[in-house]
């Protein structure tokens, strides 16, 4: 039943769309689309912020750890570091939370150069998550005219918020932390959109041109994962569908209370 609702929601968005919704009390799912894996955007921000705690968590990394913001490495875009002078110190911790509440490009991009893009892969591959991946930072032109690109699946991306949510991801301070930190995702205008300010909700949202993501865990009085994704699309519809789609998950959530 709800995945024809989503279906037909959907049915008249161009271009590439995937959503997942998960119950999670009871374990319906629905899926729904034409496409798993997408060019990520925003949403691998996600992979890069499980990273860092994985390396905190193991001892390569500490949080209060001092970074000395430097010219080139301001991106621009989203954030607020490519408006503060270099010499700027700021902690990994304060770089991860940035990253997150406000999507700041340029935290996201000193994030990988210290993590290395080859350990957030292979954690993602270690946690079983093959499609999955960080292959460059953002604004790398270089690496953008190769095709080189990032990539999500909201399949994928719909288990590491199960796994969260279960405390069975790296540990369970770090799930806990991890979806804390997601709670205070500042761009509320996808999955939060119809949800009043009490209803809290953890997620990661991705834009850029023709590419729109919001995946998350929604703390309703019977929480539900729902995961969005559109490619090649025109990004202002997809919105609009996956508010809608949000909703009806909603709905279709609260049959259980």
Same mark, same amino acid.
């Given at each position: 039943m709800l995945s024809k609702q989503i279906e037909d929601r959907i049915s008249n968005i161009q271009g590439d769309v995937g959503i997942y919704y998960r119950d999670i009390r009871s374990g319906e799912y629905a899926v729904a689309g034409n496409k798993d894996v997408f060019i990520a955007a925003g949403i691998s921000k996600l992979y890069v912020l499980i990273e860092t705690f994985n390396q905190i968590n193991n001892g390569k990394l500490n949080k209060d750890f001092k970074y000395k913001l430097k010219k080139k490495d301001k991106a621009p875009s989203i954030g607020a570091l490519m408006h503060l002078d270099e010499g700027k110190e700021f902690t990994i911790e304060e770089l991860y939370k940035l990253m997150i509440a406000i999507s700041d490009n340029t935290a996201f991009?000193?994030?990988?150069?210290?993590? @290395?893009?080859?350990?957030?892969?292979?954690?993602?591959?270690?946690? @079983?998550?093959y499609e999955s991946k960080v292959n460059r930072? /953002? /604004?790398?032109?270089?690496? *953008? %005219? %190769? @095709?080189?690109?990032?990539?999500?699946?909201?399949?994928e991306t719909g288990e590491i918020f199960l796994r969260l949510y279960n405390g069975q991801l790296i540990s369970k301070e770090a799930s806990y932390e991890i979806l804390e930190i997601l709670k205070y995702q500042q761009r509320g205008y996808i999955i939060p959109y119809y949800f009043g300010s009490n209803t809290v909700i953890a997620h990661q949202i991705g834009e850029d041109e023709g590419i729109i993501h919001d995946s998350g865990v929604v703390y309703t009085r019977n929480p /539900?994962?729902?995961? *969005?994704?559109?490619?090649?699309?025109?990004?202002? %519809?997809?919105e609009s569908a996956m508010r809608d789609i949000a909703l009806l998950c909603y709905k279709n959530s609260i049959r259980y209370n």
């Open positions: 991009n000193i994030l990988v150069e210290i993590l @290395g893009i080859d350990s957030i892969n292979k954690t993602m591959n270690n946690l @079983g998550f930072t /953002f /604004f790398d032109y270089d690496a *953008m %005219k %190769k @095709g080189i690109e990032n990539y999500t699946s909201v399949q /539900f994962i729902l995961c *969005m994704s559109g490619n090649n699309t025109d990004v202002r %519809k997809a």
